[in-house]
């Protein structure tokens, strides 16, 4: 994927680059958070399954403590109010969805919307990524498939009686993604992430979850129109 900046042109201490990761890092940080919080939520849901779901936040917390560190390296503070915010949509939606015992809408805010926008971003950030944030987020990368395979079986193996819901919940939430990406955007940018190239990760990994768990290649196009309608 063509990248706006090499590694070498970056100066990771420059206060612009600084000012934009502290939002970024920010963003990664409450992301992980929100994802250990909502696999605590499904393990309640999901008795049968708790054991695996705990280990998967667990998971995600040490993600955290790592994109933690990352933002210490470069002597950034992240800007978590702004990540609260960035997270405001689907955290809403999904509390709602798990106050509702919508197991399905639960598992396709965390274990689809969420883990391919997280595969897609750092697919994209470690080309142009520090040494050591490289490194950290290579590392979180592949977790992020275990997450995303999770969701993945499960929706699979009770695809006709998700369907329906799953339809929905996409069209509830796939609009909020791209609001997030139009958000991030110049933030993206300086730290040598275009837009297009997230778009595109994600669409690629978002398609590709879809036609695992029984979608037909009509039925995915039609469900991804709902988020380009809004980018």
């Known amino acids: 994927m063509q990248q706006v900046a090499a590694t070498s042109e970056i100066d990771f201490h420059s206060e ?13 940080i409450e992301g992980e958070q929100e994802a250990y919080e909502n ?5 309640q849901m999901l008795p049968n399954l708790k054991d695996e779901l705990i280990r998967l936040s667990k998971m995600e917390n040490r993600h955290k403590k790592g994109f933690e560190a990352c933002g210490r390296n470069l002597q950034v503070t992240p800007d978590m109010q702004f990540a609260r915010e960035f997270f405001s949509g ?3 939606n999904f ?5 509702a015992g919508q197991v399905v ?3 396709l805010i965390q274990s689809l919307i969420i883990e391919c926008f997280a595969i897609a971003a750092y697919n994209i950030y470690i080309p142009c990524a520090d040494d050591f944030a490289r490194k950290i987020t290579e590392g979180v990368v592949k977790d992020e498939y275990t997450h995303l395979n999770f969701g993945e079986v499960w929706l699979k193996d009770n695809f006709e009686q998700s369907k329906a819901e ?3 919940a996409n069209r509830q939430n796939l609009p909020i993604v791209w609001q997030m990406l139009n958000k991030v955007e110049d933030d993206a940018r300086v730290l040598g992430m275009e837009k297009d190239a997230l778009v595109e990760d994600f669409m690629i990994q978002y398609g590709e979850t879809l036609a695992n768990i029984g979608f037909s290649t009509r039925d995915i196009m039609r469900l991804s129109a709902y988020g380009l309608q809004a980018a």
């Open 105 to 107: 809408t639960c598992l």
């Open 95 to 99: 509390q709602q969805a798990a106050s």
């Open 166 to 168: 799953l339809e929905a």
């Open 16 to 28: 612009t680059y600084k000012d934009a990761y502290s939002r970024i890092n920010a963003i990664v």
């Open 39 to 43: 696999y605590i939520r499904l393990a």
């Open 90 to 92: 689907l955290h809403q």
